[in-house]
């Protein structure tokens, strides 16, 4: 693979090839990981601005602690306590970023679309850590490499996900990541949290929609379970926690009903006794914590991708 | 591949199995600057410590120094080697910085622009080094 990438913005236009290769890369990363000495030079004198106008914590200590083990530089800003508070435009922002000279922008921001704004205002690379419904690629790509150290090639591998679709970033960029692999998704859920078009027979290719989450788990090589947003009762497209729970939620015994050892995820915060159980979510079969270390990896792998080296023009 | 050779003999001549671990530079380059692209690292596969151990590093071609002085900067950040040593196939000249081989197959004259292509029976299916003036291999 040889990488051309300027931005991460989203993984729907990516080849196999692509994937492949930072995945790839990824695993040299985790090798770096576990050295006595967990860091390498190669953004060495680069600045990473850490750019978090929606709460986040695992997201943004995961890129920060990849950007230190690349020896990065790293500047945070985030929503609150800054000028964005005080009512700053995204594009004063831009400017702003764009004058304390940042290599890197990873941004996460509430509005769908926000990372492309930025990108066609910057001459920094910028990385989408997550923007409203819409994409949350380092997901995506570090859920597929969890997926692959615990299944293999993922060709022909059938992985439900489990949840509300609808609002879910995370859905779209895993769906956008597996199927590329070669994998299948049955998707599984509330029918007002499912986009409409999906559950009505026109999902994207790869995909399918089960309404009935013990028939979508049955043989299952594996599932990811969303989080549910309790506000999203309040907009009246829940009866009830306690409702969802018992039809959506993820028991130790709908999770049998997948192959064996199958292995159940999360993207996390997890609402433990809501999408899944505390059994579940602490059993042997949850890849969760290791979803937390690979993230630090996938992250470093696009780090260095995007900057690891000066780009041509830079360097004539 | 030329190191797990200098194992064997080593087995078949004392009778004692070394360590052998190999090492992914491409993060502790200098040179990424001139190749204009991120090459693809690969995992490196060190599964012993190296405190306090003679570390021989073992590469086919000895050129810049570069190669070594970032191999170097690598092992360093496994442990502290008692020492390090470093044996080639070929030593070509042209050195960029001050590192000589303490074992060196051959000495082979070369200039700045030759190529030097090393075959080995394991990859290409014969052992044979050859030097390729640039002229050549422009056309």
């Known amino acids: 693979m040889r990488w051309k990438r300027r931005h991460v913005l989203d993984t729907d236009d990516w080849t196999r090839d692509e994937i492949e290769g930072v995945l790839e890369t990824t695993g040299a990363m985790i090798e770096v990981l576990s050295r006595p000495?967990?860091?390498?030079?190669?953004?060495?004198?680069?600045?990473?601005?850490?750019?978090?106008?929606?709460?986040?914590?695992?997201?943004?200590?995961?890129?920060?602690?990849?950007?230190?083990?690349?020896?990065?530089?790293v500047v945070n800003i985030t929503a609150s306590g800054s000028s964005v508070e005080k009512g700053e435009s995204l594009y004063d922002t831009v400017r702003t970023l764009q004058a304390l000279g940042g290599d890197v922008v990873v941004m996460r921001h509430s509005a769908s679309g926000a990372p492309y704004f930025v990108a066609e205002r910057t001459d920094a690379a910028v990385i989408n850590a997550g923007d409203g419904w819409h994409a949350h690629p380092t997901q995506g790509l570090l859920d597929a490499y969890t997926l692959r150290g615990a299944l293999g090639d993922l060709d022909g591998k059938r992985i439900v996900?489990?949840?509300?679709?609808?609002?879910?970033?995370?859905?779209?960029?895993?769906?956008?990541?597996?199927?590329?692999?070669?994998a299948t998704v049955t998707l599984s859920g509330p029918p007002t949290l499912m986009p409409a078009p999906w559950r009505c027979g026109q999902p994207p290719r790869g995909v399918t929609y089960e309404s009935d989450i013990d028939r979508a788990l049955?043989?299952?090589?594996?599932?990811?379970?969303?989080?549910?947003?309790?506000?999203?009762q309040e907009g009246g497209l829940l009866p009830s926690l306690r409702e969802y729970t018992r039809v959506w939620g993820l028991t130790a015994a709908r999770v049998e009903r997948m192959r064996t050892g199958a292995p159940v995820m999360h993207p996390?915060?997890?609402?433990?006794?809501?999408?899944?159980?505390?059994?579940?979510?602490?059993?042997?079969?949850?890849?969760?914590?290791?979803?937390?270390t690979n993230g630090v990896a996938v992250r470093m792998a696009l780090l260095y991708l995007l900057v690891g080296t000066p780009s041509l023009e830079a360097a004539s | 591949m030329l190191a797990s050779r200098l194992r064997a003999a080593i087995r078949a001549n004392e009778g004692t199995d070394v360590p052998l671990g190999s090492l992914d530079i491409t993060l502790y380059r200098d040179d990424l600057t001139r190749i204009?692209?991120?090459?693809?690292?690969?995992?490196?596969?060190?599964?012993?410590?190296?405190?306090?151990?003679v570390v021989v590093l073992v590469d086919d071609v000895l050129f810049t120094g570069r190669t070594i002085r970032a191999a170097m900067d690598a092992l360093v950040d496994y442990g502290r080697p008692r020492a390090i040593r470093l044996a080639v196939l070929v030593d070509r000249g042209h050195r960029e910085l001050p590192i000589r081989a303490d074992f060196v197959g051959k000495n082979v004259p070369t200039k700045p622009t030759d190529d030097v292509r090393v075959h080995l029976a394991e990859v290409d299916g014969r052992d044979e080094v050859e030097v390729v003036a640039r002229e050549a291999v422009a056309t």
């Open chain 1, 268 to 292: 996390g915060p997890m609402n433990e006794g809501v999408e899944i159980d505390t059994a579940v979510a602490h059993g042997a079969r949850s890849l969760v914590e290791k979803q937390v």
């Open chain 2, 36 to 53: 204009g692209y991120a090459p693809i690292v690969h995992e490196s596969a060190l599964d012993f410590s190296v405190d306090g151990r």
């Open chain 1, 218 to 232: 049955d043989g299952a090589d594996a599932v990811i379970a969303l989080r549910l947003q309790k506000e999203r």
């Open chain 1, 37 to 73: 000495i967990r860091r390498a030079p190669p953004l060495r004198g680069r600045t990473v601005v850490l750019f978090f106008a929606e709460a986040s914590t695992r997201t943004r200590v995961s890129f920060e602690l990849a950007a230190k083990a690349l020896s990065a530089d």
């Open chain 1, 161 to 182: 996900i489990v949840g509300d679709v609808l609002h879910s970033r995370v859905a779209r960029s895993d769906i956008n990541t597996l199927v590329p692999l070669g």
